[in-house]
């Protein structure tokens, strides 16, 4: 991966982080329960939101990028992208959470980023229902014929 793809992934995955607060056209989740709805909360990283906010919400790329982080094989992996991208948890406490020295926060990030990539290049071909039906038919098909277990 060279350095366009990196930052193309990166930008993909805060487009997926913010459709999954919530943002782009419906009430975030970081919003008072007034009848205005107006007042949020201060956050730590205030020169990430004003650039998240100013970015329409990429619904149909966000739906992708969901598919290729459920499809990240550890779910540590998952979580890891989730506290980061999505509730843009305080990197020493994601840290902390996953016994990660600080120094090596990004490392995880770009190899997480590699992940993610690999996954949206080789999207699988079968659809998901048509792939449990093809699985209910082999468990209809093998639990009559195999032996008991034991």
Known sequence: M???QIADVERRLENW???ARGEGGNASPNTCASAERLYVPP???EQRLIASAAEPVN???AVKVEAAVVRVKRQLDRKFLIEW??????????ARRHQIET???????????????YH??????????AKARVIEYA?????????PPG
């Open 103 to 117: 120094d090596l926060l990004r490392a995880n990030v770009l190899r997480l980023i590699g992940a993610v990539f």
């Open 85 to 94: 991208y999505v509730y843009q948890t305080n990197p020493y406490e994601i």
């Open 2 to 4: 060279d350095a366009g």
């Open 43 to 45: 956050r730590e990283d």
């Open 17 to 19: 982080g913010r459709w």
């Open 120 to 129: 949206l290049e080789h999207a699988p071909v079968v659809i998901p229902l």
């Open 59 to 61: 619904a149909r790329d």
């Open 139 to 147: 468990r209809n098909r093998y639990a009559k014929t195999s032996p």
